[in-house]
């Protein structure tokens, strides 16, 4: 099993005094700042000249600088613009900005493992990546709870990477829930498995044929919606709460019995070879070339089409409608 670490298990003192760079305001880049901030550590933000989130950080009370100036005052370099961004950011404003002695950190392991980012060797490499979106980071941390994190050290030049990216973790908040240690590899390889597979490829697909499949038997969308869609969310609280089998004690004896014979047959042998499929793509670098390829030559037309086409579906306009009408979800939350 792997050995979890937890705030009692961090040497606090790798981060006393150490100057955090934060490249990027974004949904983690907001997290990341704030919580560090929160947690008693100097921290600016690097951005690019006109930049849309450079308001917002300021806003919040954070000092915002060039990517190559915060880079430059730095004692850790985060990077937390979007991975498809990374590598033109480090070549033209972070590479030769960054202290001999300094680090440079990712909350995903893709640049470093795809070499699409090359460090040069006397700077620590580590990676802190929140097992969950930046706003529930955020959100977490301030109810005094947090988000689990894994961490890697690439690279220790300076002896001491593994108890800075621990204490980065705690940071954040994420040494309250628990934080393992894992490679850029691992991190690469199962991350963008777990989102394309399941979390977000998965379930969104699994979703609409649900919900296509009810409404080209003639029910009416609206039903469709709820019993495909809303209850999801229900569903998936009780088992991160306490597992499959809580979510299984409070659903009815009638579903449990059709969860079990049906679920193999929608999710067959033929879905588990896709995923290993899946898998094999992201392990050979075939994914990764298609995803830099899609933002370099094909200027994403074919990433941006699939957005506008999924959020067209029939299943977004119903789901807007009846969202609507339930108050509590349009509640701004807290950034
Ligand atoms: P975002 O898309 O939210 O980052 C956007 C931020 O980057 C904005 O502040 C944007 O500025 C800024 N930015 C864009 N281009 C540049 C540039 N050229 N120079 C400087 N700043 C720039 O990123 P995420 O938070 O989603 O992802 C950051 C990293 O975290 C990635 O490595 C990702 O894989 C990882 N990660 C993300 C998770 C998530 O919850 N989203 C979960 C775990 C890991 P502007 O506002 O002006 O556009
Ligand atoms: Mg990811
Ligand atoms: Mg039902």
Known sequence: MAKVFYDQDVNWEAME????????????????????????????????????????????GLTVQTVAEAVAGADITMVLIPDEKQADVYKNEIRDNLRPGSALAFAHGFNIHFKQIIPPDDVDVFMVAPKGPGHIVRRQFVEGSGVPDVFAVEQDASGQAFDIALAYARGIGG????????????????????????????????????????????????IAYFETFHEMKMIVDLMYEGGMAKMRY??????????????????????????????????????????????KAAGRAHF??????????PIEEVGAKLRKMMSWLNEEKPE
């Open 175 to 222: 040494t309250r829930a628990g934080v393992i240690q894992t490679t850029f590899q691992e991190e690469t390889e199962t991350d963008l498995f777990g989102e394309q597979a399941v979390l977000c490829g998965g379930i969104c697909q699994l979703i609409t044929n649900g919900f296509e499949t009810l409404c080209e038997a003639g029910y009416q969308p609206e």
């Open 250 to 295: 409070s659903i009815s004896d009638t579903a449990e019995y059709g969860d079990y014979t049906a679920g193999p047959r929608v999710i067959s042998d033929a879905s588990k070879q896709a995923m290993k499929d899946v898998l094999h793509d992201i392990q050979d670098g075939t994914f990764a070339k298609d995803w830099l390829l899609e933002n």
């Open 17 to 60: 005094g150490k100057k955090v760079a934060i490249i990027g305001y974004g949904s983690q880049g907001h997290a990341h700042a704030l919580n560090l901030r929160d947690s008693g550590i100097d921290v600016t933000i690097g951005l690019y000249k006109g930049s849309k989130s450079a308001e917002k950080a300021r806003k919040a």
């Open 304 to 313: 941006l089409a699939m957005r506008r086409q999924h959020a067209e579906h």
